[in-house]
T-cell receptor
Framework: GNSVTQMEGPVTLSEEAFLTINCTYT??????LFWYVQYPGEGLQLLLK?????DKGSNKGFEATYRKETTSFHLEKGSVQVSDSAVYFC?????????????FGKGTKLTVNP | DAGITQSPRHKVTETGTPVTLRCHQT?????MYWYRQDPGHGLRLIHY???????DKGEVSDGYSVSRSKTEDFLLTLESATSSQTSVYFC???????????FGPGTRLLVL
């Protein structure tokens, strides 16, 4: 079946450092890809998404490019802030029985220190 | 923010008791989902609904049942709670034709 693998955390960075969180996927067909963010004590929020190969999703300074050749969707940010401390989930969509479902990676916890 | 609420937000119960969690939406979206979140597992799909009275199983459905008698409410029931069902439960909604799921704030359940 479809699956998502993301780098294990936790990741600890200093403010203004460069961030990369790796995400690779296994899927039949061409799923849409997502990054969700979960701040402490809250639900998941969509951070960005890409629906086809070579698409770049971006939001709040974060970017990720849909790479079909490497089956990857790595999350990057050039300069992280303390407020970016959260858990980040990579996910893909799959169709089954006429319904779209999400398959999630296990999450990567990011802590940014001042 | 998507109009999704979950109740209760926190619950402590004892092994063997029934528990029902409620997800309520004001968006009139067709699709609704229940997930559980556990350390080291990310989010795993329990059940989902593709319309009123139309539901199907997800990856980890054993020990759970669901019901959807109206568009805005999706109930998750643990018929006889076990300690392995201690978790954080999230509801999500999606519109027909849309790909993005929007999540509720979660319910933290502790089964003693």
């Amino acid at each position: 079946g479809n699956s998502v693998t993301q780098m294990e955390g936790p990741v600890t960075l200093s403010e203004e450092a460069f961030l990369t969180i790796n995400c690779t996927y296994t899927a039949t067909g061409y799923p849409s890809l997502f990054w969700y963010v979960q701040y402490p004590g809250e639900g998941l929020q969509l951070l960005l998404k890409a629906t086809k190969a070579d698409d770049k999703g971006s939001n709040k300074g974060f970017e990720a490019t849909y790479r079909k050749e490497t089956t990857s969707f790595h999350l990057e940010k050039g300069s992280v802030q303390v407020s970016d401390s959260a858990v980040y989930f990579c996910a893909l969509s799959e169709s089954q029985g006429g319904s779209e479902k999400l398959v999630f990676g296990k999450g990567t916890k990011l802590t940014v220190n001042p | 923010d998507a109009g999704i609420t979950q109740s209760p937000r926190h619950k402590v119960t004892e092994t063997g008791t029934p528990v029902t969690l409620r997800c309520h939406q004001t968006e009139n979206h067709r699709y609704m989902y229940w997930y559980r979140q556990d350390p080291g597992h990310g989010l795993r799909l329990i059940h989902y609904s593709y319309g009123v009275k139309d539901t199907d199983k997800g990856e980890v459905s054993d020990g759970y049942s669901v019901s959807r008698s109206k568009t805005e409410d999706f109930l998750l029931t643990l018929e006889s709670a076990t300690s392995s069902q201690t978790s954080v439960y999230f509801c999500a909604i999606r519109s027909a034709g849309g790909e993005t799921q929007y999540f509720g704030p979660g319910t933290r359940l502790l089964v003693l």
